[in-house]
Structures are given as structure tokens and as C-alpha cells.
């Protein structure tokens, strides 16, 4: 027996060094794994620092980089002539703003007026009062209609709308802000109609069981009840769409005239901000003041956009809370 256990005793030794060599080398492969963890997490960390550094830093430079150019118009021309002026003639040294401004809001507002309520007429038909079958074809055609770039929406609109709203209004000139207001409510109108449609979709069921419990019917349910619940989501949509609206060129600037006149009249032919940018700025010498008030131009435009996106978030920290 003495001869047995005295035997067994380096192999029971030998089990154990080896067993405790294999924790060490377990938690050594422990820890290695940790500091490459942590070593990831940090470079991902400073990755996702950098990239948020550098596209504020290419936002700040392009803001920086247009009112520097664009305040040079101010040099030559005065701050009132230019925002209040409505004779632009640079070839007479004449730099009057107002027109595209004018232009451009007025393009804003009529449109908005005709699209909004179609867009949350859309909206509530697809959330509330289409079948199923039919509310599965009518999104992704919506979602479509996003898609399909802006010079198509021109090109139709030039040879189809404007030939249109000529023989029906009987003008020999069919452009005008009207014809421009029209298709930009078709470009909008799906971006609107499908946010819209979101927001809606997301109201909580017992507040319509509990309006049908008080005896409303369903057009007093869905107007009184389920749009002023997602007004802020369909605000949100109606601001996103406004955006795309008072950015929007290529279809604006083949439908609209493009003539620096007052747009008095809803079938003359007119210029917005970005329509007049992009006739007038590839035969623009660069150091001119004509130049530099087309840079001003883009400028506003750059702080209208900026002004969209912050009521944007307001609505959605609003939306968030509520």
C-alpha cells in the first residue's frame, strides 16, 4: 500500500502544476482578450468622434466660405437695395434681390397650400380607410414616387402640365409659379403623404375605442381625434417636404420662366433664388459683385434649410415627449 500511494504521488503532482499552468494561461488569454476589447472600443470611439468632427467642420466651412464671399456684395451694393431692390440687371450694376426672395416664398406658400391638404387626405385614407391589399400596393408606390429624380418631374411638367394650363386657362403663356407650385406638390406629396401615414399609423389604438365608445363617428374620430394626435408627426413631414421644396432647381427652373420679374400673377413667368443660381453663376466671373451677390443668395437659402432642420428636431423632441 506504502509502495502504491508512494507512486502515485508525482502524477497526482504533475496534474495539479499542469492544471493550475492551464488557469494561468485561461486568464491570461482572459485578460489579453479584454485590453483588445477595450483598445476596439476605443479606436471606434474616436472614429465615431472624428466623423462627427469633420462633417460639422465641412458644414461650418461651407457656411463660412458662402457669407464670406457673399457679404463682399455689400461692398458695392447696399444691404437695403439688395434685400428690398426688385430691379436685378447686372449688367447695369443694378443687384435687387427682392424678386427671388419673393419668389421663392410665395413658391413655398402655394405650394404648401395645395399639397398639405392633400398629403393628410392621403395619409388618413391609407391608415385608416384603405384595405389592406390595397394600402400594400399604395405604399410602396408612394415610396416610388420619392425616388424618381427631380428633371423627370420637369421634363412632364414642361411638355404635358404647362401645354395643359394653357388650353385650360387660355394664356399664351402656360409657366408661371403656378405651373412650378404644381410640381413641386407632386414631387412633395409622397415624402409628405408616407411620414404622414407613419404618424398616424402609431396612435394608439384605445384612443379611437375610446372616441367610439362616446358615440363619435368615424370621420369625427379620425379628424378630431386621431390627425390632432399625430399633428406633430405630420408637422415634422409638412417641414420635410417645405425643405425639399424651397431646394428644389432642376424641375423649378423648367417650368417656371425664369425671368427677374415680381411674380404678381399666377401664370407669369418669374425666378426663384435657386433658379436664378444656376442660369446666372457658370458665366459669372468670379471676382465680380455679381458674383458675390449670387453667393448671398445661396447663402439664405443655406439659412433657410438650417432653420427647416431645427424646427424639425423642436418637432420631434415634441413628438418624443408626448
Known amino acids: 500500500m506504502q509502495l502504491e500511494s508512494s507512486a502515485q504521488r508525482p502524477i497526482i503532482g504533475t496534474g495539479a502544476s499542469e492544471l493550475g499552468g492551464s488557469i494561468k494561461a485561461g486568464s491570461g488569454k482572459k485578460f489579453d482578450r479584454k485590453n483588445r476589447l477595450l483598445i476596439y472600443n476605443r479606436f471606434f470611439k474616436i472614429a465615431c ?15 463660412f466660405f458662402m457669407f464670406r464671399t457673399g457679404v463682399l456684395t455689400f461692398q458695392d451694393v447696399s444691404p437695403m437695395t439688395f434685400f428690398f431692390s426688385t430691379d436685378w440687371s447686372p449688367e447695369n450694376e443694378s443687384y435687387g434681390a427682392f424678386v427671388f426672395i419673393f419668389g421663392t416664398f410665395a413658391l413655398t406658400l402655394l405650394t404648401l397650400v395645395i399639397s398639405v391638404p392633400l398629403s393628410v387626405i392621403i395619409a388618413v385614407f391609407l391608415a385608416e380607410v384603405a384595405p ?24 412632364l411638367g414642361l411638355t404635358i ?6 388650353d385650360l386657362t387660355g394664356t399664351n403663356m402656360g409657366d408661371g409659379i403656378l405651373a412650378a407650385a404644381i410640381v413641386l406638390t407632386i414631387m412633395v406629396l409622397p415624402t409628405i403623404s408616407r411620414i404622414s401615414d407613419d404618424a398616424i399609423s402609431v396612435v394608439p389604438r384605445k384612443y379611437r375605442d375610446a372616441s367610439y ?14 390627425v390632432p394626435a399625430a399633428r ?32 404678381d400673377a399666377l401664370f407669369k413667368p ?15 466671373p468670379f471676382d465680380s459683385t455679381w458674383n458675390n451677390a449670387l453667393y448671398m443668395m445661396g447663402f439664405l437659402l443655406l439659412i433657410i434649410s438650417l ?3 431645427v424646427l424639425v428636431r423642436m418637432f420631434q423632441r415634441k413628438g418624443a415627449q408626448q
Open 49 to 63: 468622434i472624428a466623423s462627427a468632427v469633420f462633417v460639422c467642420l465641412v458644414l461650418f466651412s461651407i457656411l
Open 132 to 155: 389592406k391589399w390595397l394600402r400594400n400596393i399604395l405604399r410602396p408606390v408612394l415610396d416610388l414616387l420619392v425616388g424618381i429624380p427631380s428633371v423627370v418631374y420637369g421634363f
Open 161 to 166: 402640365l404647362i401645354p395643359l394650363l394653357r
Open 232 to 263: 406633430s408627426g405630420i408637422m415634422y413631414a409638412v417641414i420635410l417636404g417645405m425643405a425639399r421644396a424651397i431646394g428644389e432647381t432642376m424641375a423649378v427652373v423648367m417650368v417656371i420662366g425664369n425671368t427677374p420679374q415680381l411674380a
Open 307 to 309: 432653420l427647416m432642420i
Open 213 to 226: 365608445a362616446l358615440g363619435a363617428t368615424r370621420f369625427q374620430t379620425i379628424f378630431k381625434v386621431i
Open 270 to 284: 418669374t425666378s426663384v433664388l435657386t433658379s436664378n443660381i444656376v442660369m446666372q453663376i457658370a458665366n459669372v
